[in-house]
T-cell receptor, first 114, second 116 residues
Framework: AQSVTQLGSHVSVSEGALVLLRCNYSSSVPPYLFWYVQYPNQGLQLLLKYTSAATLVKGINGFEAEFKKSETSFHLTKPSAHMSDAAEYFCAVSDSFGNEKLTFGTGTRLTIIP | DTGVSQNPRHKITKRGQNVTFRCDPISEHNRLYWYRQTLGQGPEFLTYFQNEAQLEKSRLLSDRFSAERPKGSFSTLEIQRTEQGDSAMYLC??????????????FGPGTRLTVT
């Protein structure tokens, strides 16, 4: 069984400040990990994915995440927040053995303070 | 590539009625997924097709739910005898096993169902 825990259902940062959204996973097999962003009344857009290549993954819109097996973490960061980053962010896990179904966390709502 | 499309975008129905949603995946994608998202939660997996074969169904998918993908292209999700607990956003996603896109699921905008 796989699961994802996102610490902090709401995160607020000032424009230009560091964004850090936390994700910890549990998986009995080597995981593949994903971050998705969801804007109001829209579907999910893939920001980045980890599929056992480089542990530091760069995604779209300046986001990146680092896979840390020892900490079972896959935190999402962005050096400088922009107003357009305000959205809901979901971390998700799937297994690496062909079953692609995603198990999502409960999400973190990011608010940017002008 | 026009992305994943879903119709309708919004559906309001009375309890006990049947509803059907449609998902059109990205044209070359052979895998199609349905998820359900309730307010304040992350999406939950419902079912998955590879081409026309339904390979997995979640325990969340009660007997009132049925999904089809008859020609391996578009898919439909039907809910019979709707209940208020069925109110949610129903999301469709598709993927292919291309070398650079493996495991990337692309989501549609969703169908928001409200059962009154």
């Amino acid at each position: 069984a796989q699961s994802v825990t996102q610490l902090g259902s709401h995160v607020s940062v000032s424009e230009g400040a560091l964004v850090l959204l936390r994700c910890n996973y549990s998986s009995s097999v080597p995981p593949y990990l994903f971050w998705y962003v969801q804007y109001p009344n829209q579907g999910l857009q893939l920001l980045l994915k980890y599929t056992s290549a480089a542990t530091l993954v760069k995604g779209i819109n300046g986001f990146e995440a680092e896979f840390k097996k020892s900490e079972t973490s896959f935190h999402l960061t962005k050096p400088s927040a922009h107003m357009s980053d305000a959205a809901e962010y979901f971390c998700a896990v799937s297994d690496s053995f062909g079953n692609e179904k995603l198990t999502f966390g409960t999400g973190t709502r990011l608010t940017i303070i002008p | 590539d026009t992305g994943v499309s879903q119709n309708p975008r919004h559906k309001i129905t009375k309890r006990g009625q049947n509803v059907t949603f449609r998902c059109d995946p990205i044209s070359e994608h052979n895998r199609l997924y349905w998820y359900r998202q309730t307010l304040g939660q992350g999406p939950e997996f419902l079912t998955y097709f590879q081409n026309e074969a339904q390979l997995e169904k979640s325990r969340l998918l009660s007997d009132r739910f049925s999904a089809e993908r008859p020609k391996g292209s578009f898919s439909t999700l039907e809910i019979q005898r709707t209940e208020q607990g069925d109110s949610a956003m129903y999301l469709c996603a598709s993927s292919s096993n291309g070398a650079h896109t493996y495991y990337e699921q692309y989501f549609g905008p969703g169908t928001r169902l409200t059962v009154t």
